[in-house]
């Protein structure tokens, strides 16, 4: 399994921005797929996550309301609509598929993820 994120650049506060995520390989139904980020000097961290129904996401706090992470399993694509966008979302973004069958309250873990991206960098200027 390969994917390949794209969509990143820099733009202002207040802007919007779409990631997307191209997943190659075998997908299944169990696969849940998540957006992550890691920031200069700072840890890895957890964005949102998706169902392969789409029906189930989840959202870390800071992005709630602005972001939204949407799945393709036609086109084997997941994005990540980012609106309002600030500051401190300035960050590489990492998209990455899990299928290990993980539990929704794992969703956020790095380590419930088998397969990253290579990541695309948002800068939002003030």
């Known amino acids: 399994v390969q994917l390949q994120a794209s969509g990143g650049g820099l733009v202002q506060a207040g802007d919007s921005l779409r990631l997307s995520c191209a997943v190659y390989g075998s997908t299944f139904s169990s696969d849940i797929m998540g957006w992550f980020r890691q920031a200069p000097g700072k840890e890895r961290e957890f964005v949102a996550a998706i169902s392969w129904s789409g029906s189930s996401t989840y959202y870390t706090d800071s992005v709630k309301g602005r972001f939204t992470i949407s799945r393709d399993n036609v086109k084997n694509t997941v994005d990540l609509q980012m609106n309002s966008l600030k500051p401190e979302d300035t960050a590489v973004y990492y998209c990455?598929?899990?299928?290990?069958?993980?539990?929704?309250?794992?969703?956020?873990?790095?380590?419930?993820?088998?397969?990253w991206g290579q990541g695309t960098e948002v800068t939002v200027s003030s």
């Open positions: 990455a598929v899990s299928k290990s069958s993980v539990v929704f309250e794992r969703w956020h873990a790095i380590d419930s993820y088998d397969y």
